[in-house]
C-alpha cells in the first residue's frame, strides 16, 4: 500500500486578526493575486523566471507585517524577493508598502512557507530570511518550530552553492536549539569570529515592529549561515 505523505506541524499561530481596511482589502482582492508565486502542485518553478532583471533571488519566510521585505526590495532593486507569511493583516500591510514605494522586485505567497519551498526548483536561491520565527516556547509545542531537519534540508536543496541563510530570534532556547540544528546539518557553515558577530544586527538587517516589541527573553541574535 503507498504510504501516505505526513503533514508537517503547523508553526504559526493565528492567521486572521482585525478586519482588513477597504484599502486592505482592496489590495489582497486586486495586487495578491498578480504578485502570488504561481506554483502548482506537483511542478517546480524556477523564480528566476518571475522577474524580469533580477540577478540574485531571495526567499523571506514569515514577514510578518512585511518591514523587512519591502525594505530590502527597496534597498536592493537587482535582487527578486520571494515573501511568505500566511497572517492576513500582516500581508495586507506588505501588499500597501509594495505600493506605496512601488516596488516591482516582490513576489508573494499567502500560504504555508513550505508549500512554496516544495514548487521550487533545486539551487535557485542566494539568500533566505527567517527573522523572528514564532518562537513555541513551552516544551511541548518546540516541534511545532520551523527549524526542523527536514525543513533545513529542504532549504538546503533551494540554495545556491555559497548562499546565505540569516536566522535571528531573541528566545534563547530556539537560539541554542535553531544554532544545534543548523551545525548538525552537514550544509550550514557558520564561522563567526568574534561575538558581536552574532550579538550585533548585521549592516544590512532592517528592524521590524515585531522584533521592538522586544517579547523575547535575550537580546536578539542573528547567525548567518553560509550554504555548502
Ligand atoms: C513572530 S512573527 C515575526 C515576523 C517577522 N519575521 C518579523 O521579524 O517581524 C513570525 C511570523 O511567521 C509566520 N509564519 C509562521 N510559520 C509560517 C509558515 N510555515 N509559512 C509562512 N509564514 C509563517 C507567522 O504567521 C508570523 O507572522
Not at 530590502?72 to 537587482?78: E, I, T
Not at 527567517?130 to 529542504?154: V, Y
Request: hydrophobic share 35%; proline share 8%; net charge neutral.
Amino acid at each position: 500500500m503507498p504510504s501516505t505523505p505526513i503533514k508537517p506541524l503547523r508553526t504559526y499561530g493565528r492567521r486572521g486578526g482585525r478586519p482588513l481596511s477597504a484599502r486592505q482589502s482592496h489590495l489582497i482582492a486586486t495586487l495578491l493575486p498578480r504578485l502570488r508565486v504561481p506554483v502548482e502542485p506537483g511542478k517546480q518553478l524556477d523564480p528566476g523566471r518571475l522577474f524580469e532583471t533580477a540577478s540574485e533571488i531571495w526567499l523571506e519566510i514569515g514577514f510578518g507585517g512585511g518591514e523587512h521585505v519591502s525594505g530590502q526590495a527597496k534597498a536592493n532593486p537587482s535582487a527578486g524577493i520571494l515573501a511568505s507569511e500566511v497572517f492576513v493583516e500582516g500581508m495586507a500591510k506588505c501588499l500597501g508598502q509594495i505600493e506605496d514605494a512601488e516596488l516591482t522586485n516582490v513576489r508573494l505567497w499567502e500560504e504555508d512557507a513550505r508549500d512554496l519551498m516544495a514548487g521550487l526548483v533545486d539551487q535557485c536561491l542566494e539568500r533566505a530570511f527567517i527573522l523572528f520565527p514564532d518562537p513555541w516556547p513551552k516544551t511541548k509545542q518546540q516541534k511545532r518550530r520551523i527549524i526542523q531537519p527536514g525543513f533545513l534540508d529542504e532549504l538546503c536543496r533551494l540554495m545556491k552553492p555559497g548562499g546565505h541563510v540569516r536566522f535571528a530570534t531573541d528566545v534563547r532556547s530556539y537560539a541554542d536549539a535553531a544554532l544545534e540544528r543548523f551545525l548538525a546539518h552537514p550544509d550550514f557553515k557558520w564561522h563567526p569570529e568574534r561575538s558581536e558577530d552574532w550579538t550585533c544586527a548585521p549592516e544590512d538587517h532592517i528592524q521590524t515592529r515585531y522584533q521592538m516589541k522586544k517579547l523575547g527573553d535575550i537580546a536578539p541574535v542573528y547567525y548567518d549561515f553560509t550554504v555548502g
